[in-house]
């Protein structure tokens, strides 16, 4: 593709040529794709290791985002996903795990400054929300919610088409909504939230707390494990383990609930890797969900389903992320 | 104003002729109102009985709108406030407490059809949040809680200069969110609910159930007594008319923080007649809330205060609302 070097085009034509630089910073990989409008299959896209706690993460993510950058001067905005918490009204890192480098950190200001393209930031469950909405389980819902079940528990809200983000970004916390103000302590120090209840490590902190009050169990307290290894003893039957599952199942439907009477979507999609497990998390779920909810309108229509895009979802969420601020 | 026959007119010149009806149907007044878009006075308003449980209740709506109707074909459409529960996007009532006529009952359709001008509808509580954000305390605000503590509780959330509404409709009903799920009965038939810890009927049951168990008070267990009662007793230095309170402010601080990390507002207006008592209830609300919200930044610039528009919210809400969807 030739670079425009001042020959009027017509606009549309400039539109279609228009790239989108999207990069998902996750614990363990950065992944830069580029891509452009009209194609869901990246031009190219490039992963390396994120190396959260070493030196350079500035460099590293630029080096990615250089991999894929087509050299047409086509590209029309770059989006950035990564784990909160952070603004995406400024584009700053608040406090990302593991990551000293990057506490307070111009991420999306630096980016925009080096490639001189406008630069947008938000988190990976809003963007996982915002791809799921655009291109996979939610297309052609205007109300969607999204939640994330894995080792916290993320979310993502779209209420009338548009992404929930809040005054400081940081709405859609809703791993973080109290469902038992006695409830157990949550990994960020406070307690009774969702993520205490029905996260991966929160299933295994219940059989921990039932090993020790002398339940009998094939699990036992070591090391290895984690929500997995409860899951695989469900499916062997084990009764702690079956019951650990259900009990967040149980509490994952009592928060669903109250966000259906908070958002009224006609769609709530369910990712990361606790939800695969199917049955075993959502027979509860289920029956939780309508045993909770207030008024019978509310499931009138509505899709709970699962996420579709997979890993693809950081990426194509920080593609749809630039091509909605950017108004391509 | 003449009477626009048919005479070409600059476009400006129409919108600002253009005049809206607003209606606020309470549980025992109907109030009408007309207003051009340049005043938050009515140019003319009427109030009559509502009479609920009585037919005729579409009568005397269209009566009660007639009284205030400008004769010189201005109208540009018909904001209707009502309590729920009801579909704002048809425009019907679903099943109004006290009024069996209006069970399933297009009233928006109907008023439409009467007048030949469009009408919309949508429940009071997201109507006075509407009205507090566009007319009141949350000029300015981009991201607005409402909330009314009185009989019930009831909420309107405004995100990104938008009301939220929901799929059905029925979003934001936070009296309704699930503060502990083994919590005492909420007026709905559900349990555990905000409403059923914080609102007034939920204070005086928490009185009757500490008298019950024998705590002294100058309160008596009789048909009198109601928050009013509860809280004058409160300021006389009832030690258990105190706590009721305290109890109340302090589930109330359990909400909100979980309202923050849902939808992060920068401003939360309280209205109802319950959060009249000031500090009785506030006090124990603004230490829970700051005990639990789980970033401190959720609460940098934001505002927590009273609703401003008192009476008026319905009316200008219902105004707000006819003006927003007719994109006046």
């Not at 809703?174 to 490590?201: K, T």
């Not at 149980?250 to 990361?272: C, K, M, N, R, T």
């Amino acid at each position: 593709m030739p670079k425009n070097e001042g020959v009027k085009i017509p606009y549309g034509i400039i539109v279609h040529m228009s790239t989108i630089i999207a990069v998902d910073i996750g614990g363990t990989q950065m992944r830069a794709a580029a891509y452009t409008q009209d194609k869901i299959k990246p031009l190219k896209q490039k992963k390396i290791p994120t190396l959260a706690s070493e030196p350079g993460g500035l460099e590293r993510l630029i080096s990615v985002i250089e991999d894929v950058y087509p050299k047409d001067g086509s590209v029309a905005a770059i989006g950035l996903g990564s784990p909160g918490p952070l603004d995406p009204h400024t584009g700053y890192l608040l406090a990302p795990p593991n990551n000293p480098e990057w506490h307070n950190f111009p991420l999306a200001p630096r980016v925009a400054e080096h490639f001189g393209v406008q630069t947008f930031l938000d988190n990976d469950a809003n963007l996982a929300g915002l791809a799921e909405y655009r291109f996979g389980a939610g297309k052609g819902h205007h109300h969607l919610l999204y939640i994330t079940v894995s080792t916290g528990i993320g979310a993502g809200v779209i209420a009338d088409d548009r992404l929930l983000q809040g005054y400081h970004g940081l709405a859609a916390e809703l791993g973080h909504v109290i469902i038992d103000p006695n409830g157990p302590p949550c990994s960020c120090g406070f307690s009774g939230h969702l993520e205490a209840f029905s996260s991966g490590p929160a299933i295994v902190r219940y059989v921990l707390s039932q090993l020790d009050a002398g339940v009998t169990s094939v699990l036992k307290r070591d090391d290895s494990l984690n929500a997995r290894v409860v899951a695989e003893a469900a499916q062997k039957g084990d009764a702690l383990a079956i019951q650990a599952y259900q009990r967040a199942g149980e509490y994952l439907g009592i928060g669903v609930a109250s966000f259906l009477h908070a958002f009224d979507p006609s769609i709530v999609v369910f990712g990361g890797g606790v939800s695969q497990v199917g049955s075993l998390l959502f027979d509860s779920f289920h029956a939780s969900l309508k045993q909770r909810v207030f008024h019978p309108r509310y499931l009138e229509g509505l899709v709970i389903t699962r996420a579709e895009l997979g890993d693809d979802a950081g990426l194509l969420g920080a593609r749809a992320l630039a091509e909605m601020k950017a108004d391509l």
